[in-house]
């Protein structure tokens, strides 16, 4: 599994010491109301890109019944849109896989 990771001075630390990167997606992703969320943390295999700098890589799967009728693209958006300020400053890449329930049974 991946590692938690911590941007210190970021606006995210500054807010709220302590909080890891992957616990703050964790809170904000919970306005989705996920059946399943698991989020890993990819950094490591991209050290060295300039992007890394950054923000962190970070692999997501999320089910939630919020995704029923949506599109890919309409997914993304809401999860992009949960996250926020997060996708310009913590997270430099974040690879999604976003499922209703019904997709996983």
């Known amino acids: 599994r991946g590692r938690l990771r911590q941007y210190p001075g970021s606006a995210l630390q ?23 969320l698991e989020i890993l943390d990819d950094s490591a295999k991209h050290a060295g890109h300039a992007g890394a700098k950054e923000g962190g890589h970070y692999r997501l ?12 693209m309409q997914r993304h958006r809401l999860i992009y849109e949960a996250l926020g300020p997060m996708m310009r400053g913590e997270i430099h890449a974040l690879s999604i896989k976003a499922l209703t329930p019904e997709e996983t049974a």
């Open 14 to 36: 500054e807010s709220f010491p302590g909080v890891t990167t992957i616990s703050a997606m964790q809170e904000k992703l919970a306005a989705l109301d996920p059946q399943r």
């Open 61 to 72: 799967t999320i089910v939630s019944p919020r995704f029923s009728g949506c599109a890919t």
